[in-house]
C-alpha cells in the first residue's frame, strides 16, 4: 500500500507540472458560486466576497444549503435583501425544489436538498436525522432566519421574492452557471445540493476547477469548553480537547464538524468526485478566534453600511448568545474561508507549494466517515441523540486515511499571524478583512437615515374607548395559509361583536418561529399594532433532548412538507409576505423573553 501513502506526492507533481492550466484566462474574472446556509459568519462570507474586484472574482450565483442553519422561505428573502442592497440583483439565487430520490437510486430533477441524500424519498417530506442537532429556537435558527431581528431593521427590501413555482431552484443555477463553462465553488454549508448535482450531471464536473470548504476536523482539538482540571460552576466540563465542535450533543459525536454532519454521505460524494478540494476545517478555524481586539477595531471601522450590517450582526450574537466566552469560542469560519481562498490561492494558483499569507497549508489524504449506505438504507448506527456513551458516532468525521477510501486534499491547518509588528491585530487575515470590508467600491446603495430623513416608524393603536366591545378572544395560529386567512376574518369582524384581545404563535405547525414577522405585519397593515403577539414553544411535547433542551426530535413536523405546499409557502405567505408595510415591530433576540406569553398570560387572568 506504500503507492496510496505516496498520493498526495504524486498529485503536488502533476499540479506542478500543469498549474498553469489552473489559471483563468487572462483577462476573464474567477466565475463562483456559492453554497451557503445563510448562517451569521455567511453574512460576513457574502458580504467580503461582493466587495472583491470584480474583474478578478466575479460572483454569479448563490444557492441555499436549506437543511442546516437557516430555512429555505426566511434565507431566500434574506439573500435578495443583501444582493439588492450592493446593487446585485444581477446575482442568481437558488433555493429547494420539488424532486425526489427514487426506491431504485433514481434521482429526479430539481432535488431541493431540504433531507440529506439518505433520507430523501420521493418528496420533500421528510425527517430530521442529523439536523436536529442544530438548535431550533433561540441561539438556532430562529435567530438565524431573522438575524437575531438585524436584519428587518437594516436591510432595504428588492423587487426579487420566492414565488412558488417561479423561484430557480438550487439544481436549476448550478445546472445553468456550471455548464456556462469554468468555475470555482465554495461550500459554506453542509454539501447536499452540491453532491446531488454531481451525481445528477457527472459530465460537468470537468467545468468545477476547484471547491473550497469550510467544514470538518482532521487534527483539530476543539479549545471551547471546560476540562475536568479547569472546570467551574461558570464553566461546566464539555468539549474538552473534541475533534468536532457539535456542541449539542458532544457525548454522542465528539468527531464532526456541523456543516459535514449535516450531510456525511453528500460530503463524501464531494470530496471523493475528483475535483480539487482545499479545505479549511477546525484545525485551522481554531486559531482564528474573533477576538476582542478585532472585535474592537470593527467597532471602531465601520466606514460602509454592510460593514455595519456585519458588525451589529456580530455584536447581536455576542450580546445575546455568548457569556464571557465569546471571544474565545466565536471564529470567523466562512469569511476566512472566502479570504483564504481569494486573496491568496486563487490569485496565486502558479504557487507550486500552495501557500498563501493567511495560513498555513498542508496536502493531506483523508475521507468522510458515513454509516449510511445511500437512498436511506442505515446500519443503524447513529441516531444522534442515542445515550450510549462517548465515540460511539463518526457520522461526518473528516478523518485522516490510509488506504483505497483515502483522497489527497489541500488542508489549511493554521492561521498565520500579521507581519510586522506594532499591530494589535495578531492574525494577517484580521486586517485584510476589515480592509475589505470597508472599501468604497460596490457600497450599499441605500440608506434610509440620509435618503429618507423624513421616515419614522408608526405605532397604529385604534382607540376603543367610545365603543362597548364584544367578546374577548385570543387566536392560537401555527401560521398557515389558513390562519392567516382566519386572522384576516378575526380582524374585519367589527370589534363590537369579536374583541382580539391577543394571539399565539405555535411554531410546531405548518410554519417556522422566524414567520411572527408576518403576523406582525399583517396586524400593521390592519392598524391593530396594539394586540399583543406571543411566541409559543418550538417544540411539541416530550420532543426535546433531556441533556440539551434547545435541540430535539421532529417526530410530527417530519408530516409536512418543506418545499411547496409545505413550510417554504407558509414561510413566505406564497411570496405575498413581502407586500405587506413593514412593521415597527419584529422579532429581535433581545425581546425574545417578552414573546413568551407574559402579557397573554396576564389577559387570561
Known amino acids: 500500500m506504500m503507492w496510496r501513502r505516496n498520493l498526495c506526492v504524486v498529485v503536488v507533481l502533476i499540479a506542478g507540472v500543469f498549474g498553469g492550466e489552473l489559471c483563468t484566462v487572462e483577462g476573464r474574472p474567477h466565475r463562483i458560486l456559492l453554497d451557503t446556509d445563510v448562517d451569521t459568519d455567511d453574512l460576513l462570507a457574502l458580504s467580503y466576497l461582493l466587495k472583491l474586484n470584480r474583474s478578478e472574482f466575479e460572483l454569479e450565483a448563490v444557492t441555499i444549503s436549506a437543511n442546516a442553519w437557516t430555512d429555505a422561505g426566511h434565507s431566500v428573502h434574506h439573500i435578495y435583501d443583501i444582493l439588492y442592497m450592493m446593487n446585485r440583483d444581477d446575482i442568481a439565487v437558488g433555493v429547494g425544489g420539488e424532486g425526489g430520490i427514487l426506491e431504485d437510486g433514481a434521482i429526479l430533477p430539481d432535488v431541493g436538498g431540504y433531507l440529506p441524500i439518505i433520507e430523501q424519498k420521493v418528496s420533500t417530506v421528510g425527517g430530521c436525522r442529523f439536523r436536529q442537532a442544530i438548535p431550533i429556537g433561540q441561539g438556532g435558527r430562529l435567530d438565524k432566519d431573522t438575524n437575531f431581528g438585524v436584519r428587518k431593521s437594516f436591510l ?10 417561479q423561484q430557480p431552484t438550487a439544481q436549476q443555477v448550478m445546472i445553468d452557471k456550471i455548464s456556462a463553462g469554468p468555475i470555482t465553488v465554495f461550500l459554506i454549508g453542509s454539501h447536499t445540493n452540491f ?12 467545468n468545477v476547477e476547484h471547491i473550497y470548504i469550510m467544514g470538518g476536523g482532521v487534527e483539530s482539538s476543539t479549545p471551547t469548553g471546560c476540562c475536568p482540571g479547569n472546570g467551574t460552576s461558570a464553566c461546566p466540563v464539555s468539549q474538552c480537547g473534541d475533534i468536532g465542535n457539535l ?23 464531494v470530496f471523493h468526485s475528483g475535483i480539487p478540494v482545499t479545505l479549511v476545517p477546525l484545525d485551522a ?47 470567523m469560519w466562512d469569511s476566512f474561508t472566502i479570504g483564504l481562498a481569494v486573496s491568496s490561492i486563487m490569485r ?47 457520522d461526518g468525521y473528516t478523518a485522516k486515511v490510509i488506504g483505497p477510501d483515502a483522497v489527497c486534499v489541500l488542508v489549511a491547518k493554521k492561521a498565520k ?24 467600491q460596490h457600497t450599499r446603495r441605500f440608506n434610509f437615515t440620509t435618503e429618507f430623513p423624513y421616515y419614522r416608524e408608526v405605532f397604529y393603536k385604534p382607540d376603543f374607548r367610545t365603543k362597548k366591545l364584544g367578546k374577548p378572544v385570543i387566536f392560537d395560529m401555527d401560521m398557515s395559509d389558513g390562519d392567516f386567512l382566519a386572522l384576516f376574518y378575526l380582524l374585519k369582524v367589527p370589534v363590537q361583536l369579536i374583541d382580539l384581545k391577543a394571539i399565539i404563535v405555535s411554531p410546531t405547525g405548518w410554519a417556522n418561529a422566524a414567520t411572527i414577522h408576518i403576523v406582525y405585519d399583517l396586524l400593521h397593515m390592519m392598524g391593530r399594532d396594539d394586540i399583543p403577539v406571543g411566541l409559543g414553544d418550538v417544540f411539541t ?3 426535546t433532548d433531556p441533556f440539551f433542551p434547545a435541540v ?8 409536512i412538507p418543506h418545499g411547496s405546499g409545505g413550510f417554504l409557502d407558509s414561510d413566505t405567505l406564497f411570496g405575498f409576505a413581502r407586500d405587506l408595510p413593514r412593521s415597527p415591530r419584529r422579532y429581535t433576540a433581545e425581546n425574545s423573553e417578552s414573546l413568551v406569553l407574559p402579557e397573554i398570560l396576564l389577559i387570561l387572568n
Open 417 to 440: 499571524p500579521s507581519q510586522g509588528t506594532g499591530s494589535e491585530l495578531d492574525r494577517a487575515f484580521y486586517k485584510n478583512f476589515l480592509d475589505v470590508i470597508n472599501l468604497a
Open 156 to 165: 432595504p427590501q428588492g423587487c426579487r421574492k420566492y414565488s412558488t413555482f
Open 541 to 543: 411535547m416530550n420532543q
Open 247 to 269: 456542541f449539542t450533543d458532544y457525548n454522542s459525536n465528539p468527531y464532526a464538524e456541523f456543516n459535514i454532519f449535516g450531510d456525511p454521505f453528500a460530503a463524501y460524494q
Open 348 to 394: 496565486n494558483s502558479h504557487n507550486q507549494d500552495e501557500q498563501n499569507e493567511f495560513a498555513d497549508m498542508k496536502y493531506m489524504n483523508v475521507t468522510v466517515v458515513t454509516s449510511n449506505e445511500p437512498y436511506g438504507i442505515s446500519d443503524g448506527s447513529n441516531p444522534f441523540f442515542d445515550g450510549r456513551g462517548k465515540g460511539k458516532c463518526k
Open 552 to 559: 430535539g426530535d421532529c417526530k410530527y413536523a417530519k408530516a
Open 195 to 206: 453532491a446531488i448535482f454531481l451525481m445528477n450531471h457527472p459530465h460537468l464536473k470537468k
Open 285 to 331: 478555524r481554531n486559531t482564528i478566534t474573533l477576538s476582542e481586539k478585532l472585535f474592537k477595531a470593527f467597532e471602531q471601522r465601520q466606514d460602509t453600511n454592510e460593514a455595519q450590517y456585519c458588525f451589529q450582526s456580530l455584536k447581536m450574537a455576542r450580546d445575546t448568545l455568548f457569556d464571557s466566552n465569546f471571544y474565545s469560542s466565536y471564529f
